[in-house]
């Protein structure tokens, strides 16, 4: 099945930066989601970005979606402490009708005040 | 959350035990998903449910069966504990009808620690 890739595995910045995260997929999508996931709680929805969309934003995020390359990236600007938390992207199976999304391993963030 | 509550929270059981845990939404959301998270493998997804009865197994079903009598509950049973089922199990739901994959809401989650 396929998979999205995040990368880098783990990232620690300052306060202030900007975070950049990458995800890698195999085969073509109807849609790709980002989550965020803090210590110890479940994922929440950050953005969903489909297949004929190039750039979205929300806030302090921006995701690209290349589906060329079949990758696509989140943007956290002036990150905060608050931002740290695992981020995760998400896929769907493209190609039909489907309602499962298969994740990724996801990228640790460390926003260091 | 979403109006997704998981119980129990935390359970620590004893391998070959019988092991059945709950979600419960109040959205009225067509699908429900069990995933199980372990270190270095994301989420993985169980089962999921596409309404009442209607049930279908997901990337990791080996040991775990499902049953959704109710569109606002989901029972994940693990019909005899393994020691490889110790991990942390979410609960997601979502509304459906959009015909492509649409945003998922997620329960607080289960610890399960099987001795």
């Known amino acids: 099945s396929q998979q999205g890739e995040e990368d880098p595995q783990a990232l620690s910045i300052q306060e202030g930066e900007n975070a950049t995260m990458n995800c890698s997929y195999k085969t073509s999508i109807n849609n790709l989601q980002w989550y965020r996931q803090n210590s110890g709680r479940g994922l929440v929805h950050l953005i969903l970005?489909?297949?004929?969309?190039r750039e979205k934003h929300s806030g302090r995020l921006r995701v690209t979606l290349d589906t060329s390359k079949k990758s696509s990236s989140l943007l956290i600007t002036a990150s905060r402490a608050a931002d740290t938390a695992s981020y995760f992207c998400?896929?769907?199976?493209?190609?039909?009708?489907?309602?499962?999304?298969?994740f990724g391993t996801g990228t640790l963030l460390a926003v260091q005040p | 959350d979403a109006g997704i509550t998981q119980s129990p929270r935390h359970k620590v059981t004893e391998t070959g035990t019988p092991v059945t845990l709950r979600c419960h939404q109040t959205?009225?959301?067509?699908?429900m998903y069990w995933y199980r998270q372990d270190p270095g493998h994301g989420l993985r997804l169980i089962h999921y449910s596409y309404g009442v009865k209607d049930t279908d197994k997901g990337e990791v079903s080996d040991g775990y069966s499902v049953s959704r009598s109710k569109t606002e509950d989901f029972l994940l049973t693990l019909e005899s504990a393994t020691s490889s089922q110790t991990s942390v199990y979410f609960c997601?739901?979502?509304?459906?009808?959009?015909?492509?994959?649409?945003?998922?809401?997620f329960g607080p989650g289960t610890r399960l620690t099987v001795l």
């Open positions: 998400a896929t769907d199976a493209g190609g039909g009708a489907t309602n499962k999304l298969i």
């Open positions: 959205e009225n959301h067509r699908y």
């Open positions: 970005i489909r297949s004929n969309e």
């Open positions: 997601a739901i979502s509304e459906g009808g959009q015909g492509v994959a649409d945003t998922q809401y």
